[in-house]
């Protein structure tokens, strides 16, 4: 992880703060949604974000809604308050649940007709809470440990009577948002909703075994994935590729052109399926890829250097918190 990150600041020439980070917002606002099973595609997130009039389930718009303000809220929040962590769980589900607020009755998760988990009393959530927020406080871990184990802590006290699921991929990219820019590029949530059955079943077996480390480890290895993603802008066909495209959306044939190629599958082998794999170009035709229309538009530019904001290092003698903080299963 800290040698990717260091890669990437080497790297330089990628600009974070604008389109790339407005792009990964969006991505994270949609996997987060789809995970719960929210419909709207890529595209009509994009709409509502901008403003645009959306057709689809009157929920999933106001799903999507009320997420784009926890996520623009939640950056100038207190994240170890717990009063901040109503008010943004407010606003993410705002006309959504009768009570706001911490849950008043119990929650248990079933297969089938069997519990499989029980959340912690009602009664106890407000004093799990606090605790989970001092720990984040005062931990020496590294941010992108504490991170998932906060996540899987949200997960599993189950503060609320619904989003928890939300408050906490929210929570874990908000923390390692303010420890680094750089993650601010990657949409952590896209890489769980690909993943999402594996993601469900490590929370199952570690909220059976009451040890978290099971996830910190997904968490983290789908954490850098999404880093050495981002540090393929250095390849020098890819970086080639984006060197050549424009700001708006072009056809193969064009950037070929712009790229003096002539070979079509030389071109898609070795320049557009790793861009397109990597997340620096999309298509503008997504769900039919061999469309006779179908046209590129890269998703990340290279102009400003990028420096992080901070180092990060992992202490010498640090061991996987094996007994980390957890939730007792009644």
Known sequence: MVRVLSEIDDAGPIEGDTFLRKRSRIRSINSSLAIEGNVLDLEKTRDVINGKTVEGCFVDILETKNAINAYRNVETADLCSIEDFIRIHDDMTFGLIEEPGFRTMAVNVYEGSEIIYKAPDADDVPGLMEELFEWSRDTDLPPFISACIIHYQIESIHPFEDGNGRMGRLWHTEILNRYNRIFRMI?????????????YSVLETCQNKKDCTDFIEFSLRLTLESLVNLSH?????????????????????AIMKRMRLKDEQHFLSKYMRPALEYGLVSMTEPESPRSPTQKYRRTIRRTGPLRMSRPIQVPSDFKWPRNAFHAEVP
């Open 233 to 253: 802008i250095r390849d020098p066909d890819v970086s080639r590729l984006l060197k050549c495209m424009g700001d708006g959306a072009m056809t193969s044939s």
């Open 187 to 199: 949409p952590l949530e896209s890489r769980i909703h690909d993943c999402q059955d594996e993601y």
